[in-house]
């Protein structure tokens, strides 16, 4: 167990739908972040949190996909209009500490669009 | 700006070493392995920091070259334990504290 709580485990939605995950880590880490992953392919950085404030979102990421985490606990990651190019794994993870700490990382919302 | 692991896939046999490369064309801060088992999250290895230090725990090791700016994950004497994708992860000196992860090396150990 990680300590990185993600929901759901699985979605399945049809193009054009809204959908919405959740990351829920155990105890309050200053950072988290968002990766996505596809079959074969490393994670994918999308975003990531210092507290409340989001500091970085990758380029590659369009204004689709958006993040928040209020009062720096709990994050959410949606995705509007979804696309079929968008089914795949989304990772949360928060490191043990500062920098140069592992980071951990939760199982992963799997996302399918049909 | 994504680092490039070499080789794409090995296949062991039980008690034999690999090596798995990880090079990147920026200079790097730290570098970070993980492993992936089939439908699990990535699990953290050993971290990395320039300076060429080497870490290592159990019967699995790392260095970090930085004149080279690449890193070698070494695995000794292979236990089936240790069949997955392997990433490695590099920050970039002045980037980010962020991980860029490479498309990893899957290692599938035999008995």
């Known amino acids: 167990d990680t300590g990185v709580s993600q929901n759901p485990r699985h979605k399945i939605t049809k193009r054009g739908q809204n959908v919405t995950f959740r990351c829920d880590p155990i105890?309050?880490?200053?950072?988290l972040y968002w990766y996505r992953q596809t079959l074969g392919q490393g994670p994918e950085f999308l975003t990531y949190?210092?507290?409340?404030?989001?500091?970085?979102k990758s380029r590659l990421l369009s204004d689709r996909f958006s993040a928040e985490r209020p009062k720096g606990s709990f994050s959410t990651l949606e995705i509007q209009r979804t696309e079929q190019g968008d089914s795949a794994m989304y990772l949360c993870?928060?490191?043990?500490?500062?920098?140069?700490?592992?980071?951990?990382f939760g199982n992963g919302t799997r996302l399918t669009v049909t | 700006q994504q680092p490039v692991q070499s080789p794409q896939a090995v296949i062991l046999r039980e008690g034999e070493d690999a090596v798995i490369n990880c090079s990147s064309s920026?200079?790097?801060?730290?570098v970070h392995w993980y492993r992936q088992k089939h439908g699990e999250a990535p699990v953290f290895l050993m971290i990395?920091?320039?300076?060429?230090e080497q870490k290592g725990h159990d019967k699995i090791s790392a260095s970090f070259n930085e004149k080279k700016q690449q890193s070698s994950l070494y695995l000794t004497a292979s236990q089936l334990s240790y069949s997955g994708t392997y990433f490695c992860?590099?920050?970039?000196?002045?980037?980010?504290?962020?991980?860029?992860f490479g498309k990893g090396t899957k290692l599938t150990v035999n008995p």
């Open positions: 993870a928060t490191p043990d500490r500062g920098r140069l700490s592992p980071l951990h």
């Open positions: 920026k200079a790097l801060y730290s």
């Open positions: 992860g590099t920050e970039r000196e002045g980037g980010s504290e962020k991980l860029v």
């Open positions: 105890s309050e880490h200053n950072r």
């Open positions: 990395l920091l320039k300076g060429g």
């Open positions: 949190f210092q507290n409340e404030a989001q500091l970085e």
